[in-house]
């Protein structure tokens, strides 16, 4: 399985990114797909993840970009996507897409077993 991740650039402070993710190899509709971050000296975290369940994908977000961005997944599953609105300064980071096989979906880094690139997503004030 190979993650590529695009979309990140240089935006100002209260603008807008889309991240893109798009998965091959295999059919990824079972997985749990999503995103983290990870700044310069800081350990890689969780942003937000989807998954198909109980016939409709569920999604979570962490706390700090709750209501500012937003995850999608295309029909097939394959591709993921992260809308990222109202950007702050603190937003910058580099941004990994990523593929968890459990059944629920999990915000450790340590649960999720493939993984992209990195796109990196600098917001200036």
């Known amino acids: 399985v190979q993650l590529q991740a695009s979309g990140g650039g240089l935006v100002q402070a209260g603008g807008s990114l889309r991240l893109s993710c798009a998965a091959s190899g295999r059919s990824m509709s079972n997985y749990v797909m999503g995103w983290f971050r990870q700044a310069p000296g800081k350990e890689r975290e969780f942003v937000a993840a989807m998954r198909w369940i109980g016939g409709q994908y569920g999604s979570s977000y962490t706390d700090f970009v709750k209501g500012r961005f937003v995850i999608s997944r295309d029909n097939a599953g394959n591709m993921v996507y992260l809308q990222m609105n109202s950007l702050k300064p603190q937003d910058t980071a580099v941004y990994y897409c990523?593929?968890?096989?459990?059944?629920?979906?999990?915000?450790?880094?340590?649960?999720?077993?493939?993984w992209g690139q990195g796109t990196q997503v600098t917001v200036s004030s």
């Open positions: 990523a593929a968890d096989s459990g059944s629920e979906i999990r915000q450790s880094h340590a649960d999720y077993v493939y």
